[in-house]
């Protein structure tokens, strides 16, 4: 009897396991805690997998009356990967919207730096309204006087005349410039025709004011022996450069008036004048006028420094990109333009980043001057040339040159036959190179 009853009950409590473990698992539960449709059919090891508390549940509760309703599931891949590209589109689209906004301001916007994800576009363009829509209170008075005028130098009005901004106690550098291809000034017309130049050429030096007495005695003995400095009383120092520019167009508009072209070269700066008044006259001259030369455009990316020798500060340039502009080292502009940036200039706050400020925010941008891409100007990072290679391809500039190698260079340029005849290089297809060969090409 007791052998049967102990049988019967292992039976049972195995009937008992198997409903447990095979049916009940696919009924529909009534507990307060699984009041919803979605568990009927699933089974109770996955409710309890999907407990709020692990890494990909999601957890909300509801309430009914008075009784509150949890609803557990598990981490829906394809439902998030369908938000992430509807927020990705969401903001590809803010970015379209906001590049139409922008052409269609009709304001200087090119100084907006998209780059960012998202601009904040009613602070910038109130930045660039701000800046570019000058007042009418001067912020920039040019009023410092002359200390060396030199008004001779134009008494003949040249084609080309040719600014210099020289250290004051460079004499050797400026010595090896009037010596190489400053002669020109100086060439009688007979001169010039056997170079194969029509108009005079003629240079200036700007300067300013040097601390030192004994250099400034030296530079007014310099300037009764050639009759070629311009200096202005104020402190030179690099930070003062763009005054310096600015003085000597103020200078050329007083002495020079009726100049075709302005050419801009720094002291360590050689110059094939010859090849560039070539060059100039192929191009045809805007009627708001032309700045020839090294063009930085917005694709390399004009990001405005703040900090080192080119960083300047918010009251100075309050926007994140400079405009597209001329290399300083040497840049060429029509004579039309110097008056109208001498005058723009001082009503804009001072920037020494001279080559941006003049050729670029006031010339380009301001006064919408064309600004014609040159091939051959120089370029701050050129490597120092061999001075047959100078020669031989053609280049209108160079930089980084040393008077030893000023010297080499105007041999070099004045007898190529002679100094570079064992040298090949192969020339440069300049509009100056397609010009002089269409000539011989019959229509």
Not at 51 to 73: D, F, L
Not at 351 to 378: P, Q
Request: hydrophobic letters at 35%.
């Amino acid at each position: 009897m007791m052998k049967k009853f102990k049988i019967r009950f292992v039976v049972i409590i195995l009937m008992i396991l198997v409903i447990i473990f095979m049916i009940l698992p696919y009924v529909c539960y009534t507990d307060t805690r699984m009041r919803t449709k979605d568990n009927c059919g699933v089974s109770r090891l996955n409710l309890i997998i999907a407990k709020p508390y692990t890494e990909n549940a999601e957890y909300s509760i509801k309430r009914v009356g008075t009784v509150e309703t949890e609803t557990y599931r598990k981490y829906d891949f394809q439902r998030e990967l369908e938000l992430e590209k509807r927020e990705r589109f969401e903001r590809r689209k803010d970015e379209l919207l906001y590049r139409l906004e922008r052409s269609k301001a009709r304001v200087f916007d090119k100084s907006i730096d998209i780059g960012e994800p998202f601009p904040a576009v009613a602070d910038e363009m109130a930045k660039v309204q701000g800046y570019y829509n000058l007042s009418d209170k001067k912020m920039t008075i040019l009023n410092s006087k002359y200390l060396i005028e030199s008004k001779s130098i134009c008494s003949e009005t040249p084609e080309l005349m040719v600014l210099v901004p020289s250290v004051p106690t460079n004499e050797n550098v400026r010595s090896a410039i009037r010596k190489t291809y400053g002669l020109i000034a100086h060439y009688t017309p007979s001169d010039l025709l056997n170079y194969g130049m029509e108009h005079p050429v003629k240079i200036a030096f700007l300067l300013g004011r040097s601390p030192n007495h004994s250099v400034e005695i030296d530079v007014i003995n310099e300037q009764e022996r050639y009759k070629d400095i311009v200096q202005v009383d104020f402190v030179d120092s690099y930070y003062n450069l763009t005054l310096k520019i600015l003085y000597g167009f103020k200078w050329v508009s007083t002495f020079c008036k009726g100049v075709k072209y302005v050419l801009k070269s720094d002291e360590d700066v050689f110059v094939n004048v010859k090849l560039l008044l070539a060059e100039l006259k192929t191009y045809r001259v805007s009627p708001r006028g032309s700045v020839f030369g090294f063009i930085h455009s917005t694709s390399f990316g004009l990001r405005v420094l703040k900090t080192g020798k080119w960083g300047v500060s918010e009251a100075e340039y309050p926007l994140r990109r400079y405009p597209p502009y001329a290399q300083g080292t040497s840049y060429t502009l029509t004579g039309d333009l110097i008056p109208k940036i001498v005058e723009t200039a001082q009503h804009l706050p001072y920037l020494h980043i001279e080559d941006a400020f003049i050729t670029g925010i006031i010339a380009g941008k301001i006064l919408g001057a064309n600004l014609e891409r040159m091939s051959g100007n120089s370029y701050w990072s050129d490597t120092i040339p061999d001075p047959c290679e100078f020669v031989k391809t053609e280049r209108v500039s160079q930089t980084n040159m040393v008077p030893s190698l000023m010297y080499k260079t105007w041999k070099a340029l004045l007898s190529p036959d002679t100094v570079c005849a064992n040298v090949t290089y192969h020339p440069r297809m300049h509009r100056y190179n397609w010009r002089i060969k269409s000539q011989f090409i019959k229509p």
